[in-house]
């Protein structure tokens, strides 16, 4: 995927638009608030959701609960009956409603979610971070829930202030933006249909709010219909991200045009300011990664992380950044030297994430760092934690598993699989996984107690998966030195036993079995009439009845050196059975 495809994807997958715009439903009959007198009522004020601070650091989450209070009563009071402010009360009534506990502490994305069950028309969240004095420092994100992009105020807690006050005082510097939004609508809502009146609303609204992003985005677009590189564009979305500097679209629409005039280097750029904005992203930080890569700037990841972590030290996002974009490059690189530098990178910035909040981890994040880290000793650590955290899930129990055989503790692994059958007796994937593991690690002897569970499944596709790992394991025991005769004759019965469909492995199977029985039978022949003991020749009776008709499959097979080593062999075997009751005769009074 090119660079300008990246791009234009970008807006599908931000979280500003994972969750689908509400529209209000067609009235149908007598219009709400009319009255038969002919006169109405007044229609009720858009609803404004004011999310409770997120800070950076959980032990910080009292404080923010009280600014959010001081700021959500002060814009009540500001905004009048011309807007409804969600109360607290409603707010937590929605909360529990969703799982979540009173005055929970909800990143945008979330916060956004809650706002779209209230039928919000704008919504407020603000971001916290304590500084070295001991004081806070917010941004507070005025946006509607459908717009692509708002406006961001600035501020930080004064000495003694408390913090029900400095919350009032955020909410001081949002009123005028309330005042300047239906002005910025109305291009947003005319920019198709009557551009003259759309600018003529935007610059009414820039004129109370200075680079508001809501109606530089509008001139933005109106700009880009005319010209779709132009500086006029430009200029309106860099105006939109700086009175938004979290409208992921605002900024993408500066990488799309710094791409159309191949600027590399603000390509560059503009991606670095997007996964500062939402390092958590993973479909926008791999296009990042690759668009870095592409040109050549694989180092600018983690030049954001770097920055962002001195001035954030505490928040887990930047490491699990980082460790995206090094495992990306460590994955990417088939030299294993310069390889080793980039694992190691992803592990220490996993790792670090992990001890910055253990809680927020969840199964891709074991995934991950099981995949980088360079030691058996560490992924097993790892591969430990994963079943702890997720005792029932299948993809923990598989890492631990493999891990298991990896370093020939069999009995372990084995045991793990006997859990993840019990968890869910339909899903080969697991048995499978181990099977493999153990036939790598040549312990196929151990992966035989799995024939009856393969044996009753009702996956073809699993039974032929099963078949085929044995038949691999019978191959290699074949080109011992000597060859493990015993082995091969258990691996090729248990295949005949499942009954795969593919007529190779069946094939296949029945060769193994003859190689393993064969190697002998021409010292048993021998044996037989010098012992002439009846226990020898019952024993060589059932050699042959296992024989006979193994070498019948092979010799229909379309494979030659298959079918010639069972022609070379069938007609001395049928031969010694015709020989055999007189043998029995002779010998077994």
Known sequence: MGALAMLQQIVSVTLLTAIATVHAAPSQGIPRG?????GSNAAPAPKVTVATPYPSNSADSASAVMVGYGLRDKLTRDLGSDWQVISVLDMNKNLANSGYPKDALLPADQARALAVLFGTRVLVTTSMSKGADNHFAANTRVIGISDDAGQVVKASQGPNQQLNDFGSKLADQLSVIFKAYNDAKACNDQQTTNQAKAIEAANKALKQVPNYGYAEYCLGEIAQKKDSASDEALGHFKNAAIGDPFSLKAVNQLAVIHFKRH??????????????????????????????????????????????????????????????SCAAQAAGESDPVKAKPKFDCAYSAFNQEYTLDPTRVDSLFFQKIIFVAQSGADSMTWARRFVQKYPTSVTALEAEAQLFTSTGQTDSAIAIVNVLTRLDSTESKPVLVVTKSLVDAKHAEAALQFAPYFKKSSDETARNQYAGLLIIAADSASRQSPPDDSLMAHLGRAVIDVKPQNKSLVEFANYFVVRALSDSLQGMSAAVRAQKSCDYVKRYDAVLAELEPALVVITGSTNTGISTYGNQLLAPVQSERKVLPQLQQAFCH
């Open 34 to 38: 009319a009255s038969i007198s002919g």
């Open 263 to 324: 600027d590399s280097t603000a390509v560059v750029a503009d991606f670095q300011q997007m996964i500062t904005i939402a390092p958590t992203n993973q479909p926008l930080a791999q296009r990042a990664i690759d668009v870095f890569r592409q040109f050549h700037r694989p180092d600018a990841a983690e030049q954001v992380v770097d920055a962002q972590m001195k001035l954030d030290p505490t928040n887990p996002d930047w490491p699990d950044l980082k460790g995206n």
